[in-house]
């Protein structure tokens, strides 16, 4: 069973990460809300959910219990993502 934990939990933690990247730019830079950004999510991806920290202007994507990914807009930098977080 762990040759099939290991891909899924990877596949898991790259796609938060890519889902927070592009809606904290869709969201931030783009300016568009975070359910119309959410739309832009294709495949697997569009499973994560998104939450976003105004006051802090990130976004964090969620895929259940098993991966979370914040990305940070920062001026002149664009979002950027944060260290990898363990799901709460």
Known sequence: MAWLWTPAWNYARTGTAYGARVACACRYIGGRSLTDCHKDMEGAV????????????SVTARYGPFAAQTAT???GWGCQLQPWIKPR
Not at 46 to 57: C, I, Q, T
């Open 73 to 75: 807009l920062r001026e």
């Open 46 to 57: 569009g499973w994560v959910s998104l939450s976003e920290d105004p006051g802090a202007r």
